[in-house]
């Protein structure tokens, strides 16, 4: 579907509500974005305890973001000025490439066991294992409303762990959670399946708990980008230090960090805003940038000098749910989904991977031509000019000021407004 969202930032709040309305919502989402309905007090009472009040932060779009040829308006929720200009620019510049084309390589959900204080350990794993199918149906029995939807326990795994004279055997079970994140419903089974593990090994269960190491909801994005698009002057050259910035990430842990903060970035401010839940994404995806026993980048960018066109891609565990938790409960989020054509889970863990890649393009296509600072710093020169007081009719008057002052600051930007005044 065909949109015309040229100069969308340019527009005041009425007109970018106009072309969503026509585009986009359904008259009961439309009403709750443009009423600004946002989570109310006795909702957010009987969510979680000891709660004195609701806490906003802006939602922003994305718009025309393209993902396996479907555009997509992307909803953001964050606080930070460049994140969602630069999500929107290199949307814009890789739809013009194709787009962003995703691979779900699984869709489960792991849990674990641990088992203490067993006399023989070898013996233990054989025999679980022998019993894996009786264990996966104690476990089904424990949650049979996943079964009847086609979901369920699906596999175990054994690990004989020891280190300091301790040694644990562990169970893993794997489930098909489907369209659920399924923390609560893998809890369920573990607990169900605690009690035979133990009699079948003899020792004793110190704990049964979903891992959020979700090394079975592997989602891959991967873009193409023709030099050209880069820069017309010198996009191979900036293709080429694009690669080498990447490898920098896969070898530095102080770059690796940095390099990751801007991925999540727009993966924080998706999951965010489609009512998931961002630590474990955050816990799920740190651990994994740590798979090969050291904290690396998570995308990796390389040159095609044949094709001459640079190739991002990055895969990461995304437990993203289209059902459960705040999903069902707080408005902003029913308007973020209706934003997206409501997902299944599999579409907007794609969605949320693509992000991360497009904001990474931003952060590091800047960071290897022109700096990171040249963008930032008209946002932060809003900011400040925001803090010291300006009006909407004097922002632009006094970011602009601002910007041509040796100190960008607040008492800066405190002298520039005094001259308005």
Known sequence: MEKNWSGFYKKNRAERLDIINEKILDESSFELLEKNKV?????????????????????????????????????????????????????????????????????????????????????????????????????????PSIVKRGGGARELEVKVLNEDDVTFVVVYLIVDTLEAMG??????????????????????????ILSNYATRSI???????????????DGKEIAKKMELAAKFAKMDVYRAATHNKGIFNGIDSVVIASGNDWRAVEAACQSYAAKNFRYEGLSTWTCDYEKEVLIGELSLPMPIASVGGSIGINPSVKVA???????????????????????????VRALVSTGIQK????????????LAGATNEQLEEVVEKLQKEKHMNLETAKKILTQFK
């Open 219 to 233: 989602v891959s994005s991967k873009c193409e980008i023709p030099f050209d698009k880069l820069s017309k002057e």
């Open 39 to 143: 989570l109310d007090f006795e909702t957010a009472n009987n969510m979680v305890e000891n709660v004195v009040g609701t806490f906003s932060l802006p939602f922003s779009v994305v718009p025309n973001f393209v993902v396996n040829n479907i555009a997509y308006c992307v909803p953001f929720v964050t606080e930070e000025p460049s994140v969602v200009a630069a999500c929107s620019n290199a949307g814009k510049i890789i739809s013009s490439c194709g787009g962003f084309k995703t691979v779900i390589h699984d869709r489960k959900m792991i849990g674990q066991v641990a088992l203490y204080d067993v006399e023989n350990f070898s013996l233990a794993k054989d025999t679980i294992m022998t019993n894996s199918e009786a264990i996966i149906k104690i476990a089904n029995e424990a949650y």
């Open 183 to 208: 923390a609560n419903m893998l809890n369920t089974m573990l607990e169900a399946i605690k009690p035979f593990l133990e009699q079948l090994t003899g020792g004793n269960s110190l704990m049964a």
């Open 337 to 363: 989904r209706s934003l997206m054509k409501n997902p299944d889970a599999k579409t907007l863990a794609g969605i949320i991977v693509s992000v991360g890649l497009a904001q990474n393009f931003s952060a």
């Open 375 to 386: 963008g930032h710093m008209k946002l932060h020169a809003k900011s400040l000019a925001i």
